[in-house]
């Protein structure tokens, strides 16, 4: 097998690794932050009579603005966004590398708070824009006064806010989002791919947009729309962000069953979204399990719980592995990450932990 060192690449991507969590089958895989609730079987023959009627055109090019789905995300969202702030691709990844092919690129730079997503510096590099990594506050939160002095310090053409983060799950106050805005003429990309999953009540990004043009808020139907498998990312911004969207994407880069897919889900939202409580509740269940057995859990916005205390974190996965249960090291010493199963998987985490730990 030939050496990738022996190709030609790019040398700012030599010595990088791609993206990617261990794939096992195991009986219970809680590592990459998926719904484990199945969708349900009345929306899941809606979607497919959808896919079924798309099939029969699938011999010409799918509506490249797919209007039929711009003008659902925007009804979803609500806040007064019409299809014309809203953009889609294939998952939120490609979102977010549309937004630095149009924003970034060669001499523009990329600000993000780590420990954060580890895409973002993977897309930086994919696009020729450089990655800056700026501290957080203590126990992974960030100030108002922390996020506008990296800005001023750095001067990035654009920034990256998770909110909630990945992998620490913490959320972000709008407060936080308005003083990065106020500090920069860059763009500003709030990834609330997370969002569903925050308390009742909690704002969104969205209520920020408003004469705000360079404020991005990114969406995705992976995590609460159980949608991981059809990949559908999707953001909310000023109608002049799509038009320059629209200047770097592929040709009819959404497929007509994708579009058709999306749209099907969309119009039973309720239906799709009411795993959601049951996914926050075993989310919560998780952090008093783990506080009980010794650990430390972190406040989480999100469907996972990032944790401390782990005296040897490969131990600790390889010993839940032997047990079935697969779960996520992120390289953060002493932590590791659980995602939120359903209430059976989570009490089948629960339980071989507590087999295992020395701490119980």
Known sequence: MSS??????????????????????????????????????????????????????????????????RQSLAGYLGHGLTADHIWAANGSNEVLQQVLQAFGGPGRSLLGFTPTYSMYPLLASGTGTRWIGAERDADYEISPETAAAAVRREHPDIVFLCSPNNPTGTP???ETIEAVYDATDGIIVVDEAYFEFAPS????????????????????????????????????????????????????????????????????????????????????????GLAALGYRP??????????????????????????????????????????AGTEAETTAFLDAIAAVSSKA
């Open 201 to 288: 009540g909690t704002p969104s990004a969205l209520t920020l947009l408003e004469g705000r043009d360079r404020l991005l808020v990114s969406r995705t139907m992976s995590k609460a729309f159980a949608f991981a498998g059809v990949r559908v990312g999707y953001l909310a911004a000023a109608p002049a962000v799509t038009d320059a969207l629209r200047l770097v994407r592929l040709p009819y880069h959404l497929s007509a069953l994708t579009q058709a897919a999306a749209t099907a889900a969309l119009a039973h939202s309720g239906e799709m979204l009411a795993m959601v409580d049951d996914i926050k509740a075993q989310r919560d269940r998780i952090s008093v």
């Open 4 to 69: 990738l060192d022996a190709l030609p690449i790019r040398d700012d991507l030599r010595g990088k690794s791609p993206y990617g969590a261990p794939q096992k089958v195991v009986p219970v895989a809680l590592n990459v932050n998926e719904n484990t609730h199945p969708i349900p079987e009345d929306v899941a023959r809606d979607i497919v009579t959808s896919l079924a009627h798309a099939v029969l055109q699938a011999n010409r090019y799918p509506d490249r603005e797919f209007t039929d789905l």
């Open 298 to 339: 972190y406040r989480s916005h999100s469907n996972f719980v990032l944790f401390g205390g782990v005296d040897d974190p490969n131990a600790l996965f390889e010993a839940l592995l032997e047990r079935g249960v697969l779960i996520r090291d992120i390289g953060l010493p002493g932590q590791m990450r659980v995602s």
């Open 172 to 174: 972000l106050s709008l």
